[in-house]
């Protein structure tokens, strides 16, 4: 993602998470450019960065297609997660480890599903910059997916291993006085 340089963008993440949040409440361009013109910590950037060229509707309307939009995405993207992270958790409450099933294997069906869902997130996607970092993503996900089942299947082996060894290993009786 490109390093955004505009009035707005060079705002401490504080402020601008409260931009985004008046944006999303629906707060009107102008009350939101009066609000930020008054604020001492802008004004401070303002005079420093842009010679004090105080920030106009035309920036916010920039930030709401640009920044905004990422912020907006990125919370998706966090609050899916989340959710993706308590169903697991949910999983793991309900394992019952009695009926010898594992609970992990849901998740990875999960996880599956999410990346199968990237791709064709990627194939609608048209900018060459934008298919290459979700490349890259993608690539890192089934990695880590394909490590996770190689890790579980080692250890499967292992408790097989020790299992059988133990069941061979002879019993050995308390002597009786």
Known sequence: MKTRTS???????????????????GLLGIEMTNWLNNLPEVKKILAEHFGGCLITHQNI?????TGY??????R??????????EGA??????YDPSEGKDPTGHLGTILLV????????????????ERWKLLRL??????????DD???KRLRLKQLRELRRTAKSPVIQPMRA
């Open 61 to 65: 309307s920039d930030w709401r297609r």
């Open 114 to 129: 999410e990346v199968g869902q990237a791709l064709n997130h990627l194939h609608g996607t048209k900018d060459p910059k």
């Open 150 to 152: 190689t890790r579980e």
């Open 7 to 25: 009035k707005i963008a060079r705002l401490p993440k504080t402020i601008r998470d409260e931009l985004n949040h008046k944006i999303e409440d």
């Open 76 to 85: 998706e993207g966090r609050q899916h997660w989340w959710e993706i992270i």
């Open 138 to 147: 993608l690539a890192g996900a089934l990695s880590r997916l394909r490590n």
């Open 69 to 74: 939009a990422d912020w907006q995405l990125q």
């Open 89 to 94: 958790r949910a999983l793991n409450q309900a």
